[in-house]
């Protein structure tokens, strides 16, 4: 791993040096920029050596994307965003499909993309509007999806919708990017994360073989799949909330106060000492999820495990925790600079507006809070 972390850092040190400015802009994606990642052997590193990826766990991918991360959030979004649909293509799409897809993620570096979120349908996925129709050995699928990050350059979609001829069935297809009836319809402009695209985009009666549906429950494929994603957004607040205590301590040391400077002040001492220690359990926490998903995914029998296990709770609490103390970081961080924390001269302001996706993608807090209650609490089983 030392070798792969090391070539992490190289890129970031050759590539995102003052991040802030030149990234924080919607005027085109960086895709150069990603492009280089895959050339320096990096992409989608969690793919496995089988189908000729390096193979690297979620432990690993902890100390990757706290890395990237640090130096900005949404390529670090970009790059690790895939795993999301990759891993349910990985342990529920047939071995055919799997050949297919998996290998150029890896060797061309290039991107999957998950349609799951809808206007209507919110957080409540079960009400998807998106069907899927079977038709003379096709599958066809039709819907509105409201937001979707890389989609735009993705080689293919994995789309969360429901049988079109029964409501309470979810489904997750595979559909390949360039299918006619794929459009994308805009690009958000999106308070942070600006290096990074989400779409929205339609999809008009998009005809599939039926070998690119993945065996299971779509809602439940979606949970599994998040289990990855959640734990590394949740990394992402750690490397924010690293790089904000960094300019803190860099600007205490020049900041004028009394005699000496901010760095010598009682109070500043305090708030960076309470950052530190919200850092270290931020981290700890997604380390031990990681650990846990890297544990069952190391089982031959991983993908009937997560579809008994769902939602792993170590990852939803990474996620929530590291949003929420990411916030308090970032309210502590912004208010050290001042008027200054407030305009766009100093990079804490990106760095906060960065931080805000943290307790709203893949889950709002009071989602995730209802997901926890109902799966962890109520069943006096499962209570720790
Ligand atoms: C930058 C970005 C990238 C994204 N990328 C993707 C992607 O790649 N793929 C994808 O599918 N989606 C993506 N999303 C969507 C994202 O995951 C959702 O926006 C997020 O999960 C919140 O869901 P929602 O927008 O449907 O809002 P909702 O969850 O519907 O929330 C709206 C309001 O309803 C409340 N609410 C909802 N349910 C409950 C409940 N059970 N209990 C109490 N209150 C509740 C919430 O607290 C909130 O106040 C992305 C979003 C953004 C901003």
Known sequence: ??????????????????????????????????????DAGLANWWIPEAHGGLGLGLAESVEIVNELAYHDAGVAFTLFISVLGSSMVELYGTPELKERLLPPLAKRGTFCATLG??????????????????????????GEKYFSTNSAFADFLVVIGVSATDP?????????????????????????????GTYRVSLDHCRVPEENRLKGSGLRLLEIGLNASRILIATTAVGIARRMRDLCMEYAKS???RDSTLLAGPVFAAK?????????????????????????????????????????KSAVAAKMFCGQTGWEIAGVASQMFGGLG???E????????????????????????????????VPVARRT
């Open 1 to 38: 791993m030392t070798e792969q972390l090391e070539r992490v850092r190289e890129f970031a040190a050759a590539e995102l040096p003052g991040a802030h400015a030149s990234l924080d802009t919607l005027a085109e994606m960086p895709l150069p920029l990603y492009g280089r990642f895959g």
């Open 272 to 312: 960076l000492g309470q950052m530190e220690m919200q850092i270290a359990v931020m981290k700890n926490q997604c380390e031990a999820a990681a650990r846990e998903y890297d544990a069952i995914m190391s089982r031959p029998d991983a993908a009937g495990v997560f579809t008994r296990l769902g939602t792993l």
């Open 168 to 196: 309470t069935d979810p489904q997750a297809v595979v559909v390949p990017r360039d299918t006619p009836g794929v459009t994308i319809d805009k690009r958000w402009d999106v308070i942070g994360l600006r290096s990074s």
């Open 117 to 142: 979120s809808e206007e209507r349908a919110g957080s409540e996925l079960g009400k998807s509007e998106t069907t899927i129709a079977r038709e003379g050995g096709e599958l066809v699928v039709t």
């Open 346 to 377: 100093s990079p804490i302001g990106k760095l906060v507006r960065d931080m805000r996706h943290v307790s709203i993608i893949e889950g709002g807090d009071d989602v995730l809070r209802d997901l926890v209650f109902s799966r962890y609490v």
């Open 255 to 257: 900041k004028p106060f």
């Open 342 to 344: 407030y305009t766009h």
